[in-house]
């Protein structure tokens, strides 16, 4: 695949109207997003044509290019270089007028733009997740080896395991005051005042507990302190208090504005937080865990959530599941949705291979197979969506079925008595998953079920690409 290079990056600024139409540029894990002044001015197909760009999605006001896992970052900094060597950028006048008339003509849902945040508040975490689960993967399965089934342990070895296990403890203690800063910011408001209202769900308000953090206080005026909620009454705090911080500021005088607005934020989402958040997010939490457990144990259900998946990452909303990630793990100590879903990115790799097979020796279409292939199976879907099966859309359709068949597997096998999940909130999908596999049984049986959903996704999205989504389809 082509390499990022500053030339590259030259003709997709000039082809997104140039230094002057970009507001912003970002990345998530195979994204360029840019947030333009005005869309109209961005050639797509021009883009699209440049050597190494796999797709273009214009979602909830962002222009996304889509480069594949390991080009996003540099891509980002390399424009933003490039935005900061440009000449001056227009006026806040005119840029808010060009907003608001970009606004107006706006198509996005409320719903999608709400959900889409979850990206800019989750994205920057993925890594650390990743790393802990693959650490943490290693470590069980070693210990499951190396140490359970040994009567006489290597100390060394048992040492080494505590290690690696101990940063999944550190990061998932207190993972709360991280997403509270990300969404607070996220939602307009100051990151650290997230940070903090998090740190209420963290700390214990019992004087007589013998682990975690005391806070020193064990009611809110004689009104009970039930820190329930996790990850949802964290969101629903932060967000709430972003909104409540631009109204403080608002009445606030300017030269009091670094002395009391926070303050003034804190003290009202704290009594909020106590009295009414946790309760909810307690009740929100509980009911989500409930869904989904019951969608999961069933077949029918699980090929549903395997099937659509595409499409929510398609729209960029796919984010938006990771609280559920939250619930489930709060309540199963695995995350049982994942898998599911990682078997929609399953299919698209056994369509391609029926594409492959069906295209002529010479074609474009194998060459961009060859390409994307790999990192399919590795769990990355997205050269292979965009790429490959989407520009056709019957294979793209056939591909979602294929990933449809294994998550009706993998919701058969928990039907039956054996869930299975991540072993942390959020990591790859793919064979690159295997390791952080576990289940009630233990992780060689959470393995297992992982790997049969795995190949019943490539083989459904095979065949049924071979026998409907290759007909009257550009094999070229």
Same mark, same amino acid.
């Given at each position: 695949m082509a390499k990022i290079t500053?030339?590259?990056?030259?003709?997709?600024?000039?082809?997104?109207?140039?230094?002057?139409?970009?507001?912003?540029?970002?990345?998530?894990?195979?994204?360029?997003?840019?947030?333009?002044?005005?869309?109209?001015?961005?050639?797509?197909?021009?883009?699209?044509?440049?050597?190494?760009?796999?797709?273009?999605?214009?979602?909830?006001?962002?222009?996304?290019?889509?480069?594949?896992?390991g080009k996003a970052q540099t891509a980002a900094e390399m424009m933003n270089v490039l935005l900061e060597e440009a000449p001056a950028a227009p006026t806040l006048a005119d840029v808010a007028a060009?907003?608001?008339?970009?606004?107006?003509?706006?198509?996005?849902?409320?719903?999608?733009?709400?959900?889409?945040?979850?990206?800019?508040?989750?994205?920057?975490?993925?890594?650390?997740?990743?790393?802990?689960?693959?650490?943490?993967?290693?470590a069980t399965l070693a210990e499951q080896v190396f140490v359970l089934e040994n009567a006489h342990p290597n100390a060394s070895?048992?040492?080494?395991?505590?290690?690696?296990?101990?940063?999944?403890?550190?990061?998932?203690?207190?993972?709360?005051?991280?997403?509270?800063?990300?969404?607070?910011?996220a939602f307009g408001g100051s990151g650290v005042n997230g940070a903090i209202i998090a740190s209420l769900f963290v700390?214990?308000?019992?004087?007589?507990?013998?682990?975690?953090?005391?806070?020193?206080?064990?009611?809110?005026?004689?009104?009970?302190?039930d820190p329930r909620g996790n990850i949802i009454g964290v969101l629903i705090a932060a967000i709430l208090g972003a909104w409540v911080e631009r109204q403080v500021r608002r009445v606030m005088p300017a030269n009091l504005d670094m002395i009391l607005t926070s303050a003034v934020t804190l003290l009202i989402m704290g009594a909020v937080t106590f009295t009414v958040i946790m309760p909810i997010g307690g009740w929100l939490f509980?009911?989500?865990?409930?869904?989904?457990?019951? #969608?999961?144990?069933?077949?029918? @259900? *699980?090929?549903?959530? &395997? +099937?659509?998946?595409?499409? !929510?990452?398609?729209?960029? /909303?796919?984010q938006g599941f990771v609280p559920v990630y939250f619930a489930l793990v709060d309540a199963q100590?695995?995350?049982?949705?994942?898998?599911i879903l990682a078997m929609a990115g399953a299919g698209q790799v056994g369509a391609a291979l029926a594409l492959?097979?069906?295209?002529?020796?010479?074609?474009?279409?194998?060459t961009q197979i060859k390409g994307a292939i790999i990192p399919g199976f590795l769990g990355i879907g997205e050269p292979l969506i965009y790429g490959v099966t989407l520009p056709r859309m019957k294979p793209f359709v056939t591909a979602c079925l294929g990933g449809a068949c294994g998550g009706f597997f993998v919701g058969l096998i928990a039907w039956l008595g054996l869930p299975v999940g991540l072993n942390t909130v959020f990591g790859p999908s793919g064979?690159?998953? #295997?390791?952080?596999?576990?289940? @009630? *049984?233990?992780?060689? &049986? +959470?393995?297992?079920?992982? !790997?049969?959903?795995?190949? /019943?996704?490539?083989?459904?999205?095979f065949v049924l690409t071979w026998l409907f989504g290759s007909k009257n389809v550009d094999l070229s």
């Open positions: 500053k030339e590259m990056i030259a003709r997709i600024l000039a082809h997104a109207g140039g230094a002057a139409n970009v507001a912003q540029a970002g990345n998530c894990m195979t994204r360029l997003r840019l947030t333009l002044r005005d869309e109209s001015l961005a050639d797509s197909a021009a883009i699209r044509q440049i050597d190494g760009v796999m797709g273009v999605i214009v979602s909830d006001e962002q222009f996304q290019v889509v480069l594949g896992p060009e907003k608001k008339q970009a606004l107006k003509g706006k198509q996005t849902s409320a719903v999608q733009k709400f959900l889409a945040k979850f990206a800019t508040i989750f994205t920057p975490l993925i890594p650390g997740f990743i790393a802990v689960g693959l650490l943490l993967g290693f070895l048992v040492a080494l395991i505590g290690y690696m296990k101990v940063f999944s403890k550190g990061m998932f203690t207190f993972l709360s005051i991280l997403i509270g800063y990300n969404a607070q910011k700390l214990g308000y019992n004087p007589e507990a013998t682990s975690g953090f005391y806070a020193g206080i064990s009611t809110f005026f004689g009104h009970g302190i509980t009911g989500m865990s409930w869904l989904f457990l019951h #969608l999961n144990g069933n077949p029918f @259900g *699980s090929a549903v959530l &395997a +099937g659509l998946f595409l499409l !929510a990452v398609m729209f960029g /909303v796919h100590g695995f995350n049982s949705l994942f898998p492959f097979w069906r295209a002529k020796r010479d074609s474009l279409l194998r064979l690159v998953a #295997l390791p952080l596999m576990t289940s @009630g *049984s233990g992780i060689y &049986a +959470g393995m297992a079920v992982y !790997a049969g959903g795995l190949a /019943v996704s490539y083989l459904c999205g």
